[in-house]
Antibody, heavy 117, light 112 residues
Framework: QVQLKESGPGLVQPSQTLSLTCTVSGFSLTSNSVHWVRQPPGKGLEWMGGIWGDGSTDYNSALKSRLSISRDTSKSQVFLKMNSLQTDDTAIYFC???????????WGQGVMVTVSS | DIMMTQSPLSVAVTPGESASISCRSSKSLLHSNGITYLSWYLQRPEKSPQLLIYQISNLASGVSGRFSGSGSGTDFTLKISRVETEDVGIYYCVQFLEVPLTFGSGTKLEIK
């Protein structure tokens, strides 16, 4: 069955770079699209960006200058890298599978990232 | 960017009664292919969001028939009939018509 699982450091220092991995199973990254959505504590959901089946990417313009999404199809992994982290980047980061019929149909459990010195 | 505006911010419902949540987009979500790219999600406490409704009114697999969606263009409604305690959480609408994909700010459903 379709599964996604996020992994990465729980704590990142201000101004440093966040690196997260989304490991997927049950589908191919070349035919599906995987996106990142984050949620600051007590707040709503924010789409960050995604990588499409053809390998192209789209980003939230508010994050574009700091954000990079890539993948390794052989390992079924999608990567998020975001630099110059600040305290307001503290959030739960989710990866989610996207398809044009349903939208975000499968989600990972999320990983909590705290930005603090 | 397409703005998604949800109301109310929160709603308290007696078990067995109904609740409605509104979502309005700043631009029509109807694509030239005839599909309206609007979905609804429920995020239960401490959980990942769960797909409820896609393309305005289609029930996602495994979702209770007590959930229904309606609307068109820029105005959409999620209705929850015979509310149960397991319906507690935050409901979000989201548009997939164009990038950036955008979520509504959420509506919190509580039980009276």
């Amino acid at each position: 069955q379709v599964q996604l699982k996020e992994s990465g450091p729980g704590l990142v220092q201000p101004s440093q770079t966040l690196s997260l991995t989304c490991t997927v199973s049950g589908f191919s990254l070349t035919s599906n699209s995987v996106h990142w959505v984050r949620q600051p504590p007590g707040k709503g959901l924010e789409w960050m960006g995604g990588i499409w089946g053809d390998g192209s990417t789209d980003y939230n313009s508010a994050l574009k200058s700091r954000l990079s999404i890539s993948r390794d199809t052989s390992k079924s992994q999608v990567f998020l890298k975001m630099n110059s982290l600040q305290t307001d980047d503290t959030a739960i980061y989710f990866c989610t599978n996207f398809n044009w019929e349903l939208g975000f149909d499968y989600w990972g459990q999320g990983v909590m990232v705290t930005v603090s010195s | 960017d397409i703005m998604m505006t949800q109301s109310p911010l929160s709603v308290a419902v007696t078990p067995g009664e109904s609740a409605s949540i509104s979502c309005r987009s700043s631009k029509s979500l109807l694509h030239s292919n005839g599909i309206t790219y609007l979905s609804w999600y429920l995020q239960r406490p401490e959980k990942s969001p769960q797909l409820l409704i896609y393309q305005i009114s289609n029930l996602a697999s495994g979702v209770s028939g007590r959930f229904s969606g309606s609307g068109s263009g820029t105005d959409f409604t999620l209705k929850i009939s015979r509310v149960e305690t397991e319906d507690v959480g935050i409901y979000y609408c989201v548009q997939f018509l164009e990038v950036p994909l955008t979520f509504g700010s959420g509506t919190k459903l509580e039980i009276k």
